[in-house]
């Protein structure tokens, strides 16, 4: 799943500006799933798929493992473009 979100930024002259377009994705699932027992386990889920449209519950939850999107490495790349 891929996020941009595009952020506008002024400089202290009204003639220089910049805008920072940040990308994030979603890798593989690091959830624990020996914790109780007191081991390490991965379930061995590559990427987060979104089990629903963007704006619902679904969004959040993994098709694949079904684990929560914050359980899966955050991954941001930000390009910053001058005006």
Known sequence: M???QV???SG???STSSSAIRNVRYGECQK????NIGGYAVDGCREFMA???E???GALTCAAC???RN???REVETEVRSL
């Open 51 to 53: 089990s629903g449209e």
């Open 7 to 9: 952020v506008l930024k």
């Open 66 to 68: 079904g684990c929560h």
């Open 55 to 57: 704006g619902t519950t």
């Open 32 to 35: 624990n799933h020996a914790a």
């Open 12 to 14: 202290r002259s009204s």
């Open 2 to 4: 891929k996020k941009r």
């Open 71 to 73: 359980f899966h490495r």
